[in-house]
């Protein structure tokens, strides 16, 4: 990865300066900005799943919130969403003959319509921040959650095709 430029940042909390020095990268897959300190170096808030450097593609995994906020604005091509429907309550289901829980973890596990629903557009709110003007966003769901996704993108003034 090529390293452009050191940019420097003087935050004072105390008589002295504190220098941070931040690394900022051209390559295109490469939109993660890191604070160059050893101690949270290597603390990035997502892996790489997949990394095609000669076609530009990345596919990141992690908080997509938290990995959202690390990137630069107007800087992706395409988001490809799966968010979580909020079906996890506690029951059971009929699968290849066996009965097996329904519940995929705490992050599935619904809020309430509203609560739901602000989490909708706090997500796809971070996506619009970091979509180029002529990006993409595909958006997989259930009735349980695609008319939420659907009615945030309007909230939010984005164009459905």
């Known amino acids: 990865m090529e390293k452009v430029n050191k940019i420097k940042s003087n935050k004072t909390k105390s008589p002295r300066k504190r220098i941070k020095t931040y ?22 808030p997502f892996t ?3 990394d095609n ?20 604005e107007n800087s992706v091509d395409m988001i490809f969403a799966d968010p979580p429907y909020f079906l996890s309550n506690g029951g059971i289901t009929c699968h290849a003959g066996k009965m097996v829980s329904v519940n995929k973890g705490k992050w599935d596990k619904s809020r309430g319509v509203e609560e739901n629903h602000k989490f909708t557009l706090e997500w796809l709110k971070a996506c619009q921040r970091v979509l180029k003007p002529n990006g993409t966003i595909w958006v997989s769901g259930t009735t349980h959650i695609i008319y939420s996704v659907g009615f945030a993108m309007q909230e939010l003034g984005a164009v459905s095709v």
């Open 23 to 44: 690394s900022l990268s051209i390559d295109p897959c490469e939109f993660y900005i890191s604070e160059a300190n050893p101690a949270t170096e290597n603390k990035k």
């Open 48 to 50: 790489i799943y997949y």
């Open 53 to 72: 450097p000669e076609h530009s593609i990345r596919l990141l995994n992690g908080d997509c919130i938290e990995v959202l906020n690390h990137a630069r």
